[in-house]
């Protein structure tokens, strides 16, 4: 017989935001809403799912965290994950409004940032025989993938690339007033207006399409 589809199942993460540090601000949906935010990092499974969604982290390595990880440090990894969220929120808003961001939110990028760097480990691949040219050193993180706080980390160190290059001036906020996710606007002219045509530029198209209709 045909298993079930789990209907239990969570849905899947909308990466629309084309970043992982601009997901992760996603993942307080309804920022700005006025019914209020609704959290979709509800609990460390969430965040493992998040984190191996965003390709941080590989299957095993979520599957393993999600058996080994005590209650407590896993309550902790979460409250850190969305510490670095909400940070990462005021920076980005703030900078798309102009403001210098707070001290207390670049400490605590700082202090993400600098903790996931020390995890890191340097390791020398030596070459193949068949394959010369081929030795290079590469960061792994070798014991700390074990770590509850593992996939802070991995999302840390994706994210300072993005606070500290010019990628920084790609971030946009989705240009639907009740969705305001953050996006990275690759597109060639810089002119994406949402963070998602399928839903947010859509649903615009058919409310100016409606406001004339009207008129
Ligand atoms: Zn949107």
């Known amino acids: 017989m045909e298993p079930l589809p789990n209907e239990s199942a969570p849905r899947p993460f909308d990466l629309s935001g084309g970043h992982p540090a601009l997901d992760l601000v996603n993942s307080l949906d309804n920022r700005f809403g006025p019914d209020g935010p609704r959290e979709l990092l509800g609990d460390y499974g969430d965040l493992l799912r998040f984190a191996g969604q965003a390709r941080l982290l590989e299957p095993q390595a979520a599957g393993r965290l999600a058996k080994s990880v005590t209650p407590a440090a896993a309550a902790r990894a979460l409250r850190s994950a969305r510490e670095l969220r909400e940070a990462l929120a005021r920076v980005l808003y703030g900078h798309l409004e ?34 010369p040219g081929q030795a290079a050193l590469h960061w792994q993180w070798g ?62 198209k058919a409310r100016r399409f409606q406001e004339r209709r009207t008129q």
């Open 98 to 131: 102009g403001d210098i961001p707070n001290r207390a939110d670049l400490l605590v990028l700082e202090r993400r940032i600098n903790e996931a760097n020390r995890r890191r480990e340097l390791h020398w691949t030596q070459a193949s025989p068949g394959a």
């Open 143 to 204: 014991r700390s993938a074990a770590a509850a706080e593992f996939p802070v980390w991995v999302i840390a160190v994706a994210a300072a690339p993005l606070l500290l290059t010019d990628t920084l001036q790609r971030v946009r906020a989705c240009g639907a007033q009740n969705c305001r996710w953050l996006f990275l606007d690759t597109s060639k002219n810089h002119t994406r207006r949402w963070c998602n045509m399928k839903v947010c530029g859509n649903r615009a």
